[in-house]
């Protein structure tokens, strides 16, 4: 409802709406079960959860917080056989509002970024484009911009990623930081 786009019209709308209800529901049940976004361990998965369902998100043309919203009415659907996630209500909008307003401005950026080196990439090379492995470090190491969603967006515009070379980038940066 939030996005205005019917399921089952569109496949790849259909997917995001997957993505995000399974994601919303993930993450309340995380923060009820005392999981907090962090960059290691649980909370480094709770992280990566919430960011992917807000990047698609913004597929759908979703702007502002809806992620916490959708995480209240997941809460809310899911109470009468979880009581525990009543409990949370508070801390869930808490958590979701930081991590969405936070995620938001990198997400905006490096997305527009990846659109315009796809452009580039299609105009140069339109039948074997590659997102090159420097350019994904780049996105990851500079701006925060998660890796998985640069392999989510690639795969939508069906371009293959350059793996090795992010690898390769990943460990001259462990080498210079030693």
């Known amino acids: 409802q939030l996005s205005g786009k019917t399921y089952k019209a569109n496949a790849s709308d259909d ?10 529901r993930a993450t309340a049940f995380l923060v009820a079960d005392g ?9 480094y998965v709770l992280r990566r959860v919430m960011r992917r369902a807000i990047r698609f998100g913004r597929s759908l043309d979703l702007q502002g917080a809806f992620f916490g919203k959708i995480c209240r009415q997941a809460a809310e659907l899911m ?7 009543t ?8 958590v979701t509002d930081h991590e969405e307003t ?5 997400l905006d950026h490096g997305l527009a ?3 315009q080196e796809i452009k580039r990439l299609l105009e140069d ?10 350019f994904i470090f780049k996105l990851y190491d500079t701006y925060g911009f998660p890796k998985d969603i640069v392999r989510d967006v690639a795969l939508e515009h069906d371009i293959a990623l350059d793996d090795d070379g992010f ?3 990943m460990q001259e940066q462990r080498e210079q930081s030693r």
């Not at 997917?15 to 919303?24: E, N, Q």
């Not at 999981?35 to 909370?43: A, I, Q, T």
Request: glycine content about 8%; proline content about 7%; charged content about 25%.
């Open 125 to 134: 090379n339109p039948d074997k484009p590659i997102i090159s492995g420097d």
């Open 113 to 115: 970024m990846l659109d």
């Open 102 to 106: 936070r995620f938001g401005e990198t």
């Open 87 to 94: 409990d949370s209500a508070q801390l869930l909008d808490k």
């Open 15 to 24: 997917a995001a709406m997957r993505v995000i209800a399974d994601h919303t």
């Open 35 to 43: 999981v907090l976004p962090s960059n290691e361990g649980r909370g």
């Open 79 to 85: 109470q009468d056989a979880y009581p525990h996630l």
């Open 167 to 169: 690898e390769a980038a």
